[in-house]
């Protein structure tokens, strides 16, 4: 079976630095989810990635998808407050039709300092 | 609805009582998924539907456990007998096709299940 690690699992960052997240798999991805969660709500999507090389950004948030497409980063520029959260990678277990429910590593728990 | 919706936020049962948890999926969206979400275990995906087919019940961590969706939308968690290790995060998403790899899953907030 698929297996995601994330790193760090924790992680404090002063207000207006920059971070990066990875999310890496035991198989090939066939696409690749970032979710954010704040404590006791539920997942919010940010990006999803499946071609190897694919990078996406929204405002301070970027994911880029390796050519291998085994690993993925989400780095995160000039961090707020608002960014603080649980970040989820998660990721298909097949490619072609049909689904499945996905795959997720444990989480990497992003605290701003201000 | 413009999100996925569950019900209720809260629940809390005492052992060896049955729960019924509830999730309304995006409109149009055929594909509905559960997840569970423990301390420890992190997110682990139980079950999923495509429209009204028979789900594959593989994943669901016990017989204690059913899942139904009726007329494609609406669905239903069951667990009966109720046991201290139930107490998790219940989480439910929705997608528009269901096609792994190029379908967004989108979560509702979740029903937290706390077992005495």
């Known amino acids: 079976s698929q297996e995601l690690e994330q790193s760090p699992q924790s992680l404090i960052v002063q207000e207006g630095k920059n971070l990066t997240i990875n999310c890496t798999s035991s198989k090939t991805l066939y696409g690749l989810y970032w979710y954010k969660q704040k404590y006791g709500e539920g997942l919010i999507f940010l990006m999803m990635?499946?071609?190897?090389?694919e990078e996406k950004s929204h405002e301070k948030i970027t994911a880029k998808l390796d050519e291998k497409k085994q690993q993925s980063s989400l780095h995160i520029t000039a961090s707020q407050p608002s960014h603080a959260g649980i970040y989820l990678c998660g990721a298909d277990p097949y490619s072609g039709g049909g689904a499945d429910g996905l795959t997720f590593g444990k989480g990497t728990h992003l605290i701003i300092q201000p | 609805g413009a999100g996925v919706s569950q019900s209720p936020s809260n629940k809390v049962t005492e052992k060896g009582k049955d729960v019924e948890l509830r999730c309304d999926p995006i409109?149009?969206?055929?594909?509905l998924y559960w997840y569970r979400q423990s301390l420890g275990q992190g997110l682990e995906f139980l079950i999923y539907f495509q429209g009204n087919s028979a789900p594959d019940k593989s994943g669901l961590p016990s017989d204690r456990f059913s899942a139904e969706r009726t007329g494609g939308s609406v669905s239903t968690l069951t667990i009966q007998r109720t046991q201290q290790e139930d107490s998790a995060v219940y989480l439910c998403?929705?997608?528009?096709?269901?096609?792994?790899?190029?379908?967004?899953?989108?979560f509702g907030p979740g029903t937290r299940l706390t077992v005495l």
């Open positions: 409109s149009g969206h055929t594909a």
């Open positions: 990635l499946q071609k190897g090389g």
């Open positions: 998403a929705s997608s528009l096709i269901g096609l792994a790899g190029a379908d967004t899953q989108y």
